[in-house]
């Protein structure tokens, strides 16, 4: 019995080994802990929009949440090396996923338009007037070609609720060069991009809503 009794202590670790086990895991995961870089977050910096004016109708508008493909439901900045190669800034991301930003953003303009008493994201109890669908298509920096650049492309569809009748339908895609180095250039440039993209096509929507109301559509009840 004492003879197998002293084989297997022979084997086991002593108490000193686990300490020493112990403190060079902590030091190693520290180590690997410490060398990680910062993860750094951005938004879209965008001119303020006009002041709101009053709306003229009582017309109510409810955007639902624009789709995208599962890369631009990730909140990490896309960039392409190629037509077929795309990555992530796996350190650089969005302060919300592009769909989010784009679908925030296009409320925030129309209800500064004048022509909408409200603005509702979709889901929502309280009837709408209209429903404004989206589906982001492009976001992201292209660093393929001549210069960086970002690259934004968004379709949208305007109906009219008591109908279901399609209004208005956009798709367009809008590129703007990157000005400034680095991750800020980047950032620039979408911005930018979203910015003209959302000054061609807004004001387009706004015109069919107005048009749709002289032609004697009524408000819901």
């Not at 020493?20 to 910062?38: E, H, K, N, W, Y």
């Not at 996923?97 to 409320?107: K, R």
Request: aromatic residues 8%.
């Amino acid at each position: 019995m004492r003879i197998g009794e002293s084989r297997w202590n022979a084997w086991a670790p002593s108490p000193g080994r686990w300490r020493s086990a112990l403190a060079l895991l902590v030091a190693v995961v520290g180590a690997s802990c410490g060398s990680l870089p910062r993860t750094n977050y951005y938004t879209l910096r965008l001119p303020s929009p006009p002041e709101a004016r009053d709306p003229r109708r009582s017309m109510v508008l409810g955007i639902e949440h624009f789709r995208a493909t599962e890369v631009l439901r990730d909140d990490r900045i896309v960039y392409c090396e190629s037509p077929t190669q795309l990555n992530f800034y796996q350190y650089h991301r969005w302060s919300s996923d592009p769909a989010t930003l784009l679908t925030d953003l296009v409320a925030r303009r129309l209800s500064q338009a004048g022509v909408f008493s409200g603005v509702r994201r979709l889901p929502s109890r309280e009837p709408v007037d209209y429903i404004l669908r989206g589906r982001l298509l492009n976001f992201e920096v292209v660093d393929y070609e001549a210069g960086v650049k970002g690259r934004v492309a968004l379709e949208m569809t305007l109906f009219r609720s008591r109908d279901h009748k399609l209004l208005w339908s956009d798709r367009r895609q809008v590129e703007s060069a990157a000005e400034g180095q680095g991750v800020s250039g980047v950032v620039s440039a979408l911005s930018a991009a979203s910015a003209r993209l959302l000054d061609e096509a807004l004001p387009v929507l706004v015109a069919q809503v107005e048009r749709d109301l002289q032609q004697g559509s009524q408000p819901s009840q």
